[in-house]
């Protein structure tokens, strides 16, 4: 798993437990592949758009089971994290490689951690 992809997991569970679902707390994101947009957080729910490789995407909320709620240019849903990644600033470069965001949720709570260097 690339670097990225760590701190947008570590990104969308903080995202999932400290959002309020509005849009002042959205993350963006970027699609990793061609990915359904569902009704629901799940497979079982209706695919209501899908999204190219590459497209950004707001993250809005996040459910314990991989599933977030996005918006963007066309009907608004849900996709699995496992999808996404950070999206590039905008320079158009991805974030700096050289750190990286731990969030771990242990018996006392959740914790953070940034690394760089």
């Known amino acids: 798993m690339t670097l990225i992809r760590y701190v947008m997991i570590a ?3 903080a995202l999932s437990i400290f959002s309020t679902a509005n849009a002042a707390s959205a993350v963006e994101a970027a699609s990793t592949t061609s990915l ?3 009704s629901g957080p799940g497979t079982s729910f209706g695919v209501v ?3 190219y490789a590459g497209e950004i995407v707001e993250i809005t ?3 314990a089971n991989g599933w977030c709620y ?3 240019a066309g009907p608004s849903g849900w996709v699995s994290s496992g999808y996404l990644t950070a ?3 905008s320079g ?3 974030a700096d490689p050289d750190c990286s965001l731990s969030f771990t949720i242990g018996p006392d709570g959740p914790t953070m951690s940034i690394v760089c260097g």
Do not use: F, M, Q, S
């Open 49 to 51: 758009d899908t999204l």
């Open 70 to 72: 996005i918006e963007h």
């Open 92 to 94: 158009g470069t991805p």
């Open 87 to 89: 999206a590039p600033e």
């Open 61 to 63: 909320e996040c459910e």
């Open 36 to 38: 359904n947009v569902r």
């Open 11 to 13: 990104a969308v569970a």
